[in-house]
Structure formats: structure tokens, C-alpha cells
């Protein structure tokens, strides 16, 4: 089970993160976002996370923002999953003082 949880977790950091590459190539590229190759592969990537979250927002939320609410969620779903899998009995990472 914990195995799962762990997938899990490793799926949401990779959407995450995906949704984070988006902005920054949204910011990078002055205008031009919709010609730019990368930003197109991210947005098939991300679609579905952006989907999702345009169904749970109400309709006042603009396009624009709705990343923004997608990421949002992806970040508490992690944190859910962090604290489910701490729960379950799993050793929290500690970094060596040196």
C-alpha cells in the first residue's frame, strides 16, 4: 500500500513540476507562448490537471488562472500523500548536520 501512495506522490511532484515549466516558459517568452514547441508540450502534459481544475472552480475564474488553481491542488493532494505515507509508517528523510 505504501508502494501506491509512493507512485502517487512521484505522479503529482512530475504534474507539478510540468505546471511550473509551463509558467516560466509563459514568462520567458514575451507574448510568444502559443508558437513555442516547449510550452506546447507542456500543456498536453498538464491539460488534464487544468481540466480538472476548471470544473471544480466557478466560472468567475478566469482561463488565465486556472494553472494557478491546478497547481494549487496538486500541491495539497501532495501534502496529503506526504502525510498519508508518514502515517503509514514511513521514514521521514533527515538531512545530516554536518
Do not use: C
Not at 507562448?33 to 487544468?50: C, D, G, I, K, Q
Amino acid at each position: 500500500m505504501i508502494d501506491l501512495v509512493v507512485i502517487l506522490k512521484g505522479v503529482v511532484e512530475f504534474a507539478a513540476l510540468m505546471l511550473l515549466g509551463q509558467g516560466i516558459v509563459y514568462l520567458l517568452s514575451f507574448g510568444k507562448h502559443e508558437a513555442n514547441a516547449v510550452y506546447r508540450m507542456f500543456v498536453l502534459v498538464t491539460s488534464p490537471v487544468v481540466k480538472v481544475a476548471r470544473v471544480i472552480t466557478p466560472r468567475q475564474v478566469g482561463d488565465r488562472h486556472v494553472p494557478f488553481v491546478g497547481f494549487m491542488l496538486l500541491f495539497w493532494v501532495w501534502f496529503a500523500l506526504t502525510v498519508l505515507k508518514v502515517s503509514m509508517g514511513a521514514p521521514v528523510p533527515v538531512s545530516a548536520t554536518p
